[in-house]
């Protein structure tokens, strides 16, 4: 048997080889196995290399040889030589590599796999994965944080409370080792929880709450699980950048508000999900196979003669506001092949109608309907590379007048997924920063009430640079309008400050309108002004959504909010 190409794994142990000679098996009967019963002489049945076929109530199987195993008996059993003379001889078995150090070539299981029978099993890689504190010191806990091992846990005994009196600095870490990818099987993070929080209303009323938990992987950023009042678990699919050697995890609470009564840890481990896709793929991208896809709200569908040139395809259609039809499937974005990856899908939508897409809870683009197939390739931002998650194409109100039932009829239809290299695509980080692309308005999502978002190019004489730059303009009392993307933060960097967005804008002054870069405020400025967002140290790796608004009070007149250079820095001026 072949080693699959996408795999993953830990512990040291014996386990099969196959001999390269003689591996064609499959179609085929005759020698060298010999045949037992009709089924064994059908066409398909199993060539048995090192056993007997025989008709098992009409299925033919093979019975191996001491020393052989697998479906046709071309594996090597565990401490079987099968006669190799060296590792280039031997062909290991799933999970297992070859190793002759020792003289005589054996397969042992790659790290995270364990001996099972003739096989290598999943035998996990975190250590006190129930927070019992067994073995002692498994964790490293910062910031006041503890374990109570007894404590009833959502799973099992066991927690680690993370909610401490220095919140900000608590986190609970771990390295562990693991396999290559290549030698493992698709493997997700499995996270149980508990969290609480309390508002006062009449007295102190706990109510429930959403609390999401950060988890860093090797200096990469996710949410994997938000918790309600009470217990709270998720899977989180592992993408490259959690295999291959030492890995470092990081768990620490996304808030530390004063709401936020408890958020606790209560089971952590890596398990085996054949619903992950492989690096580099997107789930059953073409929509030709089952499975893959989950269809939500009103209108969202998987079904033949949708996709280009009448194949299986997905469809998002909205009759009224509020159907919010959305197609969610996974996909895994390679860490460093190709350099610029980007997810490469043809599209067809109702003509100046918007499609959003979502990777790993975060829009990362949006689409203009054309009426027509075209091929659209979207960049896939830094905080993706090397991770697997959600990819989710939705329909959401593009629009801002109007009720929930009112009718809106428009569609879009999503085929041929794939992910590729993209030369073309720029700063990972922040993509479209500098409004230089003729997409720009793919990278950033408006939301229009009483103003418009719009993209200049070609105009270098106004831009601050380059030639490209951003408008947010608001004309009507009491709306604010913006736009937003989703950057990912600069990583860590010893001196060089914390992380921040950096931008560069002009404002008009004009009564009743304030401008906002995420909820800082930006002075009217008559020339390019540079201004800055600091973000916690500890976000550093991780997704953030920017949003810039022009908002108008009572009375008002129209204001203009001009932007570029919108880059993701580290800052001296915001704390490490």
């Known amino acids: 048997m072949k080693p699959r190409p996408y795999a993953l794994g830990l512990a040291i142990v014996v386990a099969g080889c196959a001999a390269l000679d003689g591996l064609a098996g499959g179609d085929g009967v005759g020698p060298p196995g010999q045949v ?7 066409a398909g049945a199993p060539r048995c290399e090192h056993g007997t076929c025989v008709d098992d109530d009409g299925a033919a199987r093979c019975v191996c040889e ?16 099968c006669g190799a003379a060296t590792c280039a001889d031997v062909q290991c078995a799933e999970h297992a590599t070859c190793d002759d150090s020792g003289g005589a070539p054996a397969c042992k ?43 009833a846990g959502a799973k099992n005994p066991g927690m680690a409370e993370l909610k401490t009196a220095t ?33 006062t209303l009449i007295g102190t009323i706990p109510i429930p709450c959403f609390r999401p938990i950060s988890l860093r992987i090797d200096e990469r950023g996710v949410e994997p699980i938000s918790v309600l009042m009470q217990d709270g678990s998720a ?75 009448g194949s299986r395809g997905g469809r998002l259609h ?15 974005v390679r860490l460093t092949d190709p350099e610029r990856p980007a997810l490469n899908f043809t599209v067809k939508g109702t003509q100046n109608r918007r499609m959003r897409v979502y990777g790993n809870g975060y829009p990362i683009g949006t689409v203009t309907g054309t009426s027509v197939y075209e091929k659209v390739s979207l960049c896939m931002p830094e905080h993706l ?3 697997a998650g959600p ?86 009392c009491a709306k604010s309008t913006r736009v937003r993307t989703t950057a990912t933060l600069a990583g860590a960097g010893a001196g060089a400050g914390g992380p921040a967005i950096e931008l560069s804008y002009k404002a008009t002054a004009a009564s009743g309108i304030t401008y906002f870069a995420n909820g800082v405020a930006l002075p009217p400025a008559a020339d390019w002004t540079k201004s800055r967002v600091c973000f916690p140290a500890r976000r550093g790796g991780f997704p953030a959504s920017i949003e810039l608004t022009a908002t108008a009070g009572e009375p008002c007149a129209p204001g203009l909010l001009s932007i570029d250079d919108v880059r993701s820095v580290r800052d001296p001026a915001c704390p490490e």
């Open 235 to 309: 899977r989180m699919c592992l993408g490259e950048s959690a295999f291959g050697g030492t890995v470092a995890l990081e768990l620490f609470p996304t808030s530390c508000a004063s709401g936020v009564r408890s958020v606790a840890l209560d089971h952590l481990d890596i398990v085996p999900a054949s619903e992950c896709p492989m690096p580099g793929l997107v789930s059953n991208g073409d929509f030709e196979g089952t499975g893959g896809w989950t269809a939500s709200g009103t209108g969202a569908e998987v079904a033949a003669g949708l996709g280009n040139g």
């Open 318 to 332: 909205s009759t009224n506001r509020c159907d919010a039809p959305r197609l969610t499937g996974a996909l895994s």
């Open 167 to 199: 919140c900000s600095a608590a986190a609970v870490k771990q390295t562990i080792e693991m396999p290559a990818a290549a030698s493992a099987e698709p493997l997700a993070m499995e996270l149980f929880a508990r969290a609480s929080c309390q508002i």
């Open 36 to 42: 037992d019963g009709p089924a064994c002489a059908a």
């Open 66 to 81: 001491a020393g052989w195993t697998g479906a046709t008996c071309a594996e090597c059993a565990v401490g079987s030589a």
């Open 385 to 387: 590379k090397g991770m």
């Open 391 to 476: 990819l989710a194409f939705a329909l959401e109100d593009d629009r801002p007048d109007g009720s929930c039932g009112d009718p809106d009829d428009y569609e879009f239809v999503v085929d041929d997924l794939t992910l590729q290299n993209d030369a073309g695509c720029d700063d990972p980080l922040l993509l479209a920063g500098g409004f230089e692309r003729a997409d720009s308005a793919r990278y950033w999502l408006a939301s229009e009430d009483g103003g418009f978002v719009g993209f200049r190019r070609n105009a270098p004489a106004s831009a601050n640079t380059g030639s490209g730059f951003a408008t947010v303009s608001q004309n009507t």
């Open 109 to 151: 299981c790659v790290v995270g796999y364990d001996q099972s029978g003739p096989d290598c099993a999943w035998a996990g890689v975190i250590r006190d994965p129930t927070f019992e504190d067994e073995p002692a010191g498994a964790w490293t806990l910062e910031g006041g944080v503890t374990i109570d091992k007894a404590a």
